[in-house]
């Protein structure tokens, strides 16, 4: 896994350095749960770390910091924390399911009864916010030329920007070109409908050829949209015209 990322990083987009990097879509991380009861919203803060199957981190809830302790399969996770409150020992059984950045689940207190949940991940409205500005800009009359050399930024949770360039080429509703990173360039094609542009291509790895497909909506001054990597996931990426 961590080959096949490391390919795309070098020939498709953003330089992705290695799969574990990539797997912030999976239960680690920094999270925000906000658990309904019938006393309201109560806000709890979930950090995970995952190893192998295992899961071990903090829960920080009114009552305090404790450790939880639990198993991982794929995007779900199953942890407990014990907690003292007054003198009576209460344990939480939190079971969810993640999906991207988002997690929901349910929380089981003691003997109080189960309570669903829903949660974020920490950092990902922050990772969106280029992409959220990005967007802010394209009042007024959107750009009409793709012809020439994009900047290309794309924002994965947990990791930042990740820098690409791309060499577009437009003829009508028809869009060519190549998309490179530190280890050479791969082409691609698409087309520009309107103020949507589409492209794709195939990165080549050791376990054969991996779709990446790649849509945005053109503004006045910038492109910005989802980055999709077959069975894999999605990222935010936005394009600024080079300076050269």
């Known amino acids: 896994m961590k080959k096949i990322f490391g390919v795309l990083a070098a020939s498709a987009m953003l330089a992705l350095t290695s799969a574990s990097a990539f797997a912030q879509s999976g239960p680690a991380g920094e999270w925000t749960l906000a658990m309904s009861t019938p006393q309201g919203t109560t806000n709890v803060a979930l950090s995970l770390k995952v190893t192998g199957d295992k899961v071990t981190g903090e829960m920080n809830s009114p009552m305090g910091p404790v450790a939880v302790a639990g198993t991982a399969a794929g995007n779900d996770v199953n942890v407990t924390a014990d907690i003292s409150v007054q003198g009576m020992a209460l344990t939480f059984v939190i079971g969810g399911k993640v999906d991207g950045n988002t997690m929901a689940g349910t929380v089981k207190v003691g003997d109080f009864g189960e309570f669903p949940f829903t949660g974020t991940r920490a950092g990902a409205a922050a990772a969106a916010a280029p992409v959220a500005a990005a967007a802010g800009t394209t009042a007024g009359a959107a750009i009409t030329d793709l012809n020439g050399k994009w900047d290309i930024k794309i924002v994965i949770a947990g990791m930042g920007e990740m820098p690409a360039v791309a060499v577009m080429k437009q003829a009508g509703e028809k869009l060519t070109g190549t998309i490179s990173g530190p280890a050479g360039e791969m082409a691609f094609a698409g087309t520009v409908v309107g103020k949507t542009v589409k492209f794709d291509f195939e990165a080549d790895t050791p376990q054969g050829k991996l779709p990446v497909s790649m849509t945005g909506d053109i503004g006045a ?24």
Not at 235 to 244: E, G, L, V, Y
């Open 221 to 244: 001054t910038s492109v910005s949209g989802k980055a999709s990597i077959a069975g894999m996931g999605e990222a935010d990426w936005t394009a600024t015209r080079a300076a050269n």
